[in-house]
């Protein structure tokens, strides 16, 4: 498909560099094309400032600009406003693939010229969306200024508030993180996307766009302002932030300052910012659907490296392949089909990108697929090892292409090498952009794990299709499992950045084995409807071929397309649920879901053509939906509909609802009304709210339930209250608002009274440790009984001083035996750890400490 563009851009020119001080400006305005947006840039002689407003109310204050170059200030300190240049962009572009056909541009230009002590010239491009603004800094070649090392990057963003925020700590290596959802002041630093909402009602988001050639950026908070924040570059090992040199042009640093969810979900500012398309035909690029040898790995039933249980051996592929092409699936994924896995994840790690295992014929399968009209998409797992990586780069390309493999995923799982560079520094981001190029060149598409953040670049260059970027779907098969909340999250924060490979479609969600074991806490029904809220134009099949049999609801993950003509946000809240709808020709899509709470909401269908009648195939949670016990329950319903009605949609905890709307035909049969299935779901609704969450499921009954408990300090607001303690719930560890009693800085000091003398067999205090949502273990618990209230025994004592790294979350239970001790009081002191350890991405910062249940059990 050739590229269209249609752009009106109106350009006024000023005086470019002055030459006199007589034109020094002091400050720069720039307005979105309503005019209800402006970004304000001004200089006192000393430095450089910008403040943000909307509808002329601060968005955000006073920031400093600037940058640090070659170990000094020369674009920090000194700096005046010298001239500006004015643009205006009205422009409405084709995109080769995506969310919608059309993207428009719309908006207006300050280029501003700026001159330090020195007379050394720096120009400071700034835009105004109606929904964002975005600034980026350009040091042009000019004498005595060749090359340039950037030690630091000044940027700032000094929000008004107390914004409630939706983030992931920051990491130089990593965004497979669950979100964290806190206010503004408990956020010490943060990668981008970072989401916020005002108290206004404003959606804020952070991000950069077009990143070539520079770090990646995160945020750090500054130290004298609990709402400000600076801009901190990945750095190379020496220090440096960015290696380069003149010219030289630093990404575009995004604020989106949108009104309500639909303008921010909506936003398309990223690929605006970024370069027109580069690859003249692109007619071989090609959104799809595919399966893959890969869940079965991570279910452990066979391996990556070669061996009895090796899972890329030609007879399993062709199996694959014979699925994907009775199914009409475009691909399959082989993953472990190469030389060198044996060596994965050690020092010495070295992949082989051209010698194919023992039991892996290549050519064969590349012959057998595309006579079954199936593609296969290649892979190149790096561990890591850039330096051997790149030395086969080339060649393992050329391979492909002549093989004909046109799609290749790309991971990175695995330290950097050469040692100390990180996976989101300069190093790494040249690494990607030339892993995209020379893919272009060899005519293949490309789908990134463990990559940079997307930052737009796939405007220009379309073969670089999709990226991970965040925690997927894996992490529900080896560790405790991403949140219900997760998904309800991605689409405000990490979507916003592009497109996502999360690899939903799991049918098998127990894994064939009990519910407190490894799962996917979701229903089926909202893992259909991740196809349509989590957008990628590479969208997985990621279960095993035999969890589809005999499943109707895999008509729909069949029917649903990955490349679409329009995107409308219905309606949602962040972390809570979501709901969209996408066209594709004369077809609509739906995809609803909600976080672990039940859900009723009414969806009118006024998105619909007017004056057409369409059928809607509608897969929800029915009654047998047990998000906990029987996940893999849905129904499917057909009903008439027209954009004049409205559906009522009820869903399960950690449920879903995906819809096919397809014109009726004028020999169609006739279909139930959609007041049937609105009735039903109110019944079910009902059904829903009675379900227990997980957390119900593990009721204890122990001695202390119902009995009055004191409390010194109060647990933070944002989760349970104390009472939570010895309500005979235990917390479940994936929700964190439920039953869980958070306390940071402070300690937990707890009185229960028993109300009367009793006989004591067991005292049990669970803890929560998820170190990479900061919470730890206690430094230190204490275990003490009374029989009056006044003279306390020491029961238990335990000093946690270990730190040690837990990638995975875990419950602790600190337990104390009584062995028939009579007593009325029972007093608990847990005292939080006051400092993050060194490796900790918050090292030096206070940790989260998280409790329930008290149990006490009985002498009987």
Known sequence: MKRITISL???????????????????VSCYSPDGKLRIDVFSDSAELFYKVFKNNSLVIDTSRLGLCINGSNTFSEGLQI???????????????????????????????????????????????????????????????????????????????????????????????????????????????????????????????????????????????????FSCDLVPWPDGVKVKTTAPMKSPWRVIMICKNLKQLTENKNILNLNDPNKIEDVSWIKPIKYSGIWWTMHMGAHTWEEGKMHGANTSLTKEYIDFSSENNIDAVLIEGWNKGWDTWRA?????????????????????????????????????????????????????????????????????????????????????????????????????AHEPITATGISRTYPNMMTREGAR????????????????????????????????????????????????????????????????????MLADLPENYNEQAAFNFIKNVPVNFDQTIFIDGEIGDYITIARKKADKWYLGSITDENERFSKISLDFLDKNKQYIAYIYSDCSQTNWYKTPSEYKIGTYEVSSDDTLYSALSKTGGMAVEFIPKEKESAIFENP?????????????????????????????????????????????????????????????????????????LEAIIDLEKTQNIQKIEVRFLEDQMSWIFLPEEVKILTSIDGINYDSLHYENQKSTKKQDQKRIYTCASSANNLTCRYIKIVASPLQVLPEWHNGKGGSAWMFIDEIVVRDGE
């Open 675 to 747: 007041e049937n299935f609105n009735k039903e779901s109110l019944r079910l609704f009902e059904i829903f709210k009675n379900i227990p969450d997980k957390s119900e499921y593990s009721i204890v009954h122990h001695l202390a339930v119902g009995k009055a408990i004191d409390i010194i300090n109060e647990p933070n607001n944002k989760f349970a209250s104390f009472e939570a303690l010895i309500d005979g719930k235990k917390g479940n560890p994936l929700i964190f608002k439920e039953n869980w009693c958070g306390f940071k800085d402070n300690n």
């Open 82 to 228: 010298v001239s500006e240049n004015h643009k205006e962009y009205n422009e409405k572009w084709e995109t080769v693939w995506g969310e919608s056909r059309f993207v428009y541009n719309r908006n207006n230009e300050k280029i501003i010229n700026l001159i330090n002590a020195n007379n050394q010239k720096l120009i400071l491009y700034i835009k105004a969306f109606n929904e964002t603004v975005a600034f980026r800094y350009f040091v042009p070649k000019q004498e005595g200024l060749n090359e340039i090392w950037i030690n630091d990057e000044i940027t700032e963003f000094n929000f008004t508030d107390n914004h409630k925020t939706w983030s992931i700590p920051q990491d130089y290596d990593s965004y497979e993180h669950l979100y964290r959802t806190l206010a503004l002041n408990e956020v010490d630093n943060a990668n981008t996307p970072i989401t916020f909402k005002t108290k206004e009602g404003l959606y804020l988001s952070i991000h950069e766009a077009a990143l070539s050639n520079y770090a990646g950026m995160t945020l750090v908070k500054d130290s004298n302002s609990q709402y400000k």
């Open 472 to 539: 997927g779907m894996e992490w529900n098969a080896w560790s405790t499992g991403n949140s219900p909340e997760h998904t309800c999250i991605l689409p405000f924060t990490r979507s916003l950045a592009g497109p996502l490979d999360y690899n939903p479609g799991i049918f098998n969600i127990l894994f064939n084995s009990s519910p407190e074991s490894n799962r996917v806490h979701t229903t089926l029904a909202k893992q259909l409807a991740l196809y349509v809220i989590l957008y990628s134009p590479w969208q």
């Open 347 to 447: 020092d010495t790690c070295k992949f082989d990108f051209i010698n194919t295992a023992d039991d892996f014929n290549i050519e064969e399968l590349v012959a057998y697929a595309h006579e079954k009209g199936v593609e296969i998409i290649g892979h190149h797992e790096t561990g890591g090892n850039i330096v051997a990586y790149e030395k086969q780069l080339e060649e393992a390309l050329k391979m492909y292409s002549e093989l004909g493999i046109k799609y290749l995923k790309t991971g990175y799982a695995g330290e950097i090498v050469p040692k100390g560079q990180y996976h989101h520094g300069q190093f790494m981001v040249n690494h990607y952009r030339r892993v995209i190029e020379l893919a272009a060149k060899y005519k293949i598409m490309l789908n």
């Open 9 to 27: 851009i109106l350009i006024l020119f000023s005086t470019l560099f002055a030459s006199s001080n007589n034109s020094i400006l002091t400050s």
